[in-house]
């Protein structure tokens, strides 16, 4: 992995009042390394102005990452909706005797990828529950039978929660346990299970997820052997604006060490579903405004350190998923092709979109259309 150096501390930029700040200043900070995180936080807090904000954002990512928007044809495969884990905010989990609990073998999963693979996808993204009668050999095995039957598909799986319990499974540790993942043919991996970074949001949240510092771990461990991964963080729960920023001042650490960050995705927090959420323990998300503002936070804060700031039109819909290509983000994730986990929790949007839907969507939003591969080369040019 290539490593960065490690960004001058960019200092506090506000002399006077923060509505002083210019929308070049803004621009020139974030491509000379990042604004600061009290800078951050002003924004976030509504202390500058957000149309300055977006036009600095939009500004610095035309500088950082071009006029293109980039998108990667792919598919979500759940293998199972079983979990010892009973997250708060998650509406897809199941116990073993629920009428429609389902895990699915090794030969449907690479049934799946290899009709992926003759629909055109370049990646399936492989992820589910922790299921209670799983094994280490199991998880091998979904691997062995994607390589197997759609050789050439890049398999993007398992969060850092499912890689810490395949190393319970197989009594291992972090390091062996990615060592055999990537022998049997893991490219790449998502950086969910991330939430919050707070250690007082986790605990009412997602109190059997692992710690942020177990995250963060096998996220570096992950980045030495060679494992890209993408990071991620989800926000508009029972959280603050000063979480999110500590949130990815931890992030923005761990890319200056490693660069084994493809590109940040903000995870806007979908409600309707939610267990925490009908018991009246969060609240309905953000407002848009909210979501577009940490999205060109973002872009301003991460500077080219994190190049890639990806806009998720499953969570925040797809007109939303638009203003933010206008406001920082570059990029619009995958067509799917089937999602679950945001549809249970309570997403609008439709599960999947045709390449031709994305790129009409890009268009309309005044960019140029680039299908990716999951390390960002370019596939297509629209």
């Known amino acids: 992995m290539p490593t960065f150096q490690k960004s001058s501390s960019v200092s506090r930029m506000m002399r006077g009042s923060p509505d002083e ?14 604004i600061d995180e009290g800078t951050a936080l002003d924004i976030l807090q509504g202390k500058l102005d957000s149309y300055k904000v977006m036009r600095a954002a939009h500004e610095a990512r035309l500088k ?23 997250c708060r905010f998650c509406a897809f989990r199941r116990d073993p005797d629920d009428p429609d609990a389902y895990r699915m073998t090794p030969e449907e999963v690479g049934e799946r990828a290899a009709e992926a693979r003759d629909a055109g996808a370049t990646e399936v993204c492989l992820q589910g529950g922790l299921h209670p009668e799983a094994t280490f050999e199991y998880y091998l095995e979904m691997l062995d039978e994607i390589k197997s039957q759609a050789q050439d598909i890049h398999v993007h799986g398992y969060s850092p929660m499912e890689v810490k319990y395949c190393a319970k499974l197989a009594g291992e540790d972090i390091e ?13 991996m998502p950086g969910t299970a991330a939430e919050i970074f707070s250690s007082e949001v986790r605990k009412r949240l997602c109190p059997d997820k692992l710690e942020a510092d177990e995250w963060e ?5 992950a980045h030495e052997l060679g494992i890209p991964t993408t990071c991620t963080m989800m926000y508009g729960h029972i959280d603050s604006p000063r979480d999110w920023i ?7 650490r761990i890319q200056e060490d490693t660069g084994g960050f493809t590109e940040f995705v903000p995870l806007s927090f979908v409600h309707s579903n939610a267990p925490i959420y009908r018991r ?22 991460f500077g080219p350190l994190i190049p890639n700031i990806q806009a ?20 619009l994730g995958g067509t799917l092709m089937e999602e679950n ?14 390449p031709e839907e994305i790129v009409e969507i890009i268009r309309e939003a005044g960019f140029t259309p680039v299908q990716r591969t999951t390390l960002y080369e370019p596939v297509k040019v629209y």
């Open 21 to 34: 700040v210019s929308v070049d200043e803004l621009v020139n900070t974030a491509v000379a390394g990042g």
């Open 64 to 86: 950082i990452a071009g006029e293109h928007v980039t998108f990667v044809v792919n598919r979500n495969i759940n293998f199972t909706n079983v979990c010892i884990n009973r």
């Open 176 to 188: 062996d346990v990615l060592r055999e993942l990537k022998r049997a043919g893991l490219d790449s």
């Open 217 to 221: 771990h096998i996220i570096r461990t």
């Open 246 to 252: 500590d949130h990815m001042k931890r992030l923005r």
């Open 280 to 301: 009246g323990g969060a609240r309905p998300g953000v407002s848009g405004m909210t979501d577009v503002l940490v999205h060109a936070v973002a872009r301003l804060y």
């Open 312 to 331: 998720s039109w499953v969570k925040l819909g797809v007109k939303l998923a638009q203003m933010t290509l206008h406001a920082g983000a570059n990029d």
């Open 341 to 354: 986990i945001s549809r249970e929790a309570g997403a609008k949007e439709t599960e999947s979109l045709e």
